[in-house]
Nanobody, 128 residues
Framework: QVRLVESGGDLVQPGGSLRLSCAAPGFPLVGYAIEWFRQAPGKEREDLLC????????YYETSLRGRFTVSRDNAKNMVYLQMNDLKPEDTAVYYCATTEQPDCEPTPGFAFNDKYRWGTGTRVTVSS
């Protein structure tokens, strides 16, 4: 069973950038779509975007287009979330997840879907 590990979260000032990483030790991510979710304090976990096995991208939170970009490096078995121009409302725990399918769904996933495999999350705090 796939185990995902996120890293890269930090405290950053508004307008700053971070790159989050998603690794899967011992499990090849190539061939699977990877999604990024986030959960802000007191809010439900929301599906932000997805990158398919073939490199296609689906933005479920369309307001993030232009600020957040997902990419993958199959040689390193890593998926990344580049976040630019961060805002205080981006403060959340960020999770990568997969349903072990190659394609992204056209609509955002529900966090309670038991088909998802999750990491433990990485915390991003945007504050001056």
């Amino acid at each position: 069973q796939v185990r995902l590990v996120e890293s890269g979260g930090d405290l950053v000032q508004p307008g700053g950038s971070l790159r989050l990483s998603c690794a899967a030790p011992g499990f090849p991510l190539v061939g699977y779509a990877i999604e990024w979710f986030r959960q802000a304090p007191g809010k439900e976990r929301e599906d932000l975007l997805c990158m398919s096995a073939s490199g296609g991208r689906a933005y479920y939170e369309t307001s993030l287009r232009g600020r957040f970009t997902v990419s993958r490096d199959n040689a390193k078995n890593m998926v990344y979330l580049q976040m630019n121009d961060l805002k205080p409302e981006d403060t959340a725990v960020y999770y990568c997840a997969t349903t072990e399918q190659p394609d992204c769904e056209p609509t955002p996933g529900f966090a309670f879907n038991d088909k998802y495999r999750w990491g433990t999350g990485t915390r991003v705090t945007v504050s001056s």
